[in-house]
């Protein structure tokens, strides 16, 4: 025979629903610091791609530069 369910008395539900607010507001809190943490991640890699880039146009104007003033 199954019991019914008792339900919860006020005190203890408004104890639960706190609990289950915390841990909400934690998760949400460390999804956010990984969303930050994965938009600097990128930003970080596009600036290396910029320079990486920058490096090369730089590089291939001073070979180009270079042959033209040996003519």
């Known amino acids: 025979m199954v019991e019914p369910e008792?339900?919860?008395k006020k005190k203890d539900?408004?104890?639960l629903d706190?609990?289950?607010a915390r841990n909400l507001e934690a998760q949400l809190q460390d999804e956010l610091?990984?969303?930050e943490r994965l938009?600097?991640?990128k930003e970080e890699e596009a600036t290396?791609?910029?320079i990486e880039?920058?490096?090369l146009w730089r590089s291939l104007y001073v070979m180009i530069t270079d042959e033209e003033?040996?003519?």
Do not use: F, Y
Request: glycine share 0%; no cysteine.
């Open 6 to 8: 008792v339900p919860l």
């Open 13 to 15: 539900q408004v104890s």
């Open 69 to 71: 003033n040996k003519v």
């Open 53 to 55: 880039s920058w490096e």
């Open 39 to 41: 938009t600097r991640q």
């Open 48 to 50: 290396i791609a910029l």
């Open 33 to 35: 610091i990984e969303e």
């Open 18 to 20: 706190e609990e289950m």
